[in-house]
């Protein structure tokens, strides 16, 4: 099964910015309502932000503000730009189907000095 591929996560200082990048498979993606999601370990994978098919988005309180998630129907991919990060912010980011989903790889995004 050809599972989503996430991109862009690295290692930022306190208050840096990172852009995520998500392509998802299959050609069903313009109907999807999709979402991005991060998890640290020992701790539940938590929604952060999610799109509609039609662009209408919402965030955790954790981010709003901060976060920005978009989508390119074209490209069957979902972005999240993240910035003004906080150590708080250091996870696995997934991208994903809501509201559930199978998983990726993930990628890592580390916040600190």
């Known amino acids: 099964q050809v599972q989503q591929v996430e991109s862009g996560g690295g290692l930022v200082q306190p208050g840096g910015s990172l852009s995520l990048s998500c392509q998802f498979p299959?050609?069903?993606?313009?109907?999807?309502?999709m979402g991005w999601y991060r998890q640290t370990p020992g701790k539940q994978r938590d929604l952060v932000a999610r799109?509609?098919?039609?662009?209408?988005?919402n965030y955790a309180d954790s981010v709003k503000g901060r976060f920005a998630i978009s989508r390119d129907n074209a490209k069957n991919t979902v972005y999240l730009q993240m910035n003004s990060l906080k150590p708080e912010d250091t996870a696995v980011y997934y991208c994903?189907?809501?509201?559930?989903?199978?998983w990726g790889q993930g990628t890592q995004v580390t916040v600190s000095s």
């Open positions: 994903g189907t809501y509201p559930s989903s199978s």
């Open positions: 799109i509609t098919p039609d662009g209408n988005t």
């Open positions: 299959g050609k069903m993606f313009i109907f999807l309502h």
